[in-house]
């Protein structure tokens, strides 16, 4: 049953530190926790990242609400003070889905995002606009666009909406979609189809600030729930796909989340290696070597490194890559990383260890603000078990 929205005090601010027996951050660097859920009326699980507005306030979803009676919520968390309060800014339903992306934030203040498992249908694409009203736009059927949505979808400066579908659609291995805003019409712009394309879509499109939207699909090419994926391109102005490379034995392999791309159009993400029982690990994409993988850290689980690193990496400004691992670090319940290029390659650090008291299992990416903070969720964690909302600050 729809509730009406309310104000939740957050949980009183936590630091935690070696007092707790985890690792002791570098000097001058400070994690926090800044809200902890309850897993009652604000909801459980965060399986999505954040979205942070030009004032401070934080958006995300949580996937199940009341101890697991129904689907989570759209919430926004606003700072005050020393303090967050927590606000509910739309209660799912069933026919909504459940919800486990990061949202999206347009110039305008309104909110985007997608949520699957809805009940009889594939998913949905929702606007939760400036003047607080809720809307799923668009509905998927599975079969002519595509079923279980998973990553974030992107937007252009027109508004236009992009995402891809996990599986499903005309060609059945998935789809990259747009919604069009303004014209409120919904199109498929490439049907996945298990050939030399691959199929299965975990990660959501990124645009290159050239027309292109980049990604990448689990699986393939030319194999269903298998090969070792492929790196995708669609260029908006001439409508073209383009099967840039199969991962083949370069030893990258299913990657897991959406591409991190800088300034001179290389790519960064997420993957699994080839070795049974590996922990993952980033790869670049380095355009002048038309897109050749190369291995930037393999994770390994052990002495404080972290494991399985689901979410996406976020270029600072210094050209570092920073995210998080699922598990590993120096309590196995998931860290935040760095990774820094230097004259002798990239160089990876544990900047947090999660204690499952301050967080467990974080799947997500990260978020910075002009001042050099970092934000992000664990899906689960803090004081409650149901998971939070931290910040990391002092990186150097």
Known sequence: MQRNSFWIFASLVLLFGDALGQMVPAPGMSFRVLYNFTGGADGCCLYGGLARDRNGNFY???????????????FKLVPLGSVYYLKILHNFSFSDGLCITTPILDSEGNLFGVCTDVGSASGTLWEF?????????????GLTDGMEPQDAVALDDAGNIYGTAYTGGPGTAGTLWEYSHSLRTFAVLHAFANGNDGGLLLAGPRFDGHGKLWGTTEFGPNCYYCGTGTVWSYDLISGTFTTVLDFGSSGVNAPQSRFAIDAAGNLYGTAFGLTVGNCGLVYELEKNHNYAPVILHSFTGKNGDGCFAYGNVVLDD?????????????????????????SGGWKEAT?????????????????????GRWFGTASLGGNYGEGVIFELSGIE
């Open 60 to 74: 995300g979803v949580t996937y199940i609400n009341d101890n697991g009676a129904g689907p989570g919520e759209l």
């Open 129 to 141: 606009s400036r003047d607080g009203t809720f809307s799923v736009v668009h509905t998927f059927n």
């Open 318 to 342: 210094d050209g570092d890559l920073l995210g998080t691992t699922y598990n590993g670090g120096d309590f196995g319940d998931g860290v935040v990383y760095k990774l820094t290029k230097t």
């Open 351 to 371: 900047l947090h260890s999660f204690n499952l008291s301050d967080g467990y299992r974080p799947q997500s990416g990260l978020i910075t603000d002009a001042v």
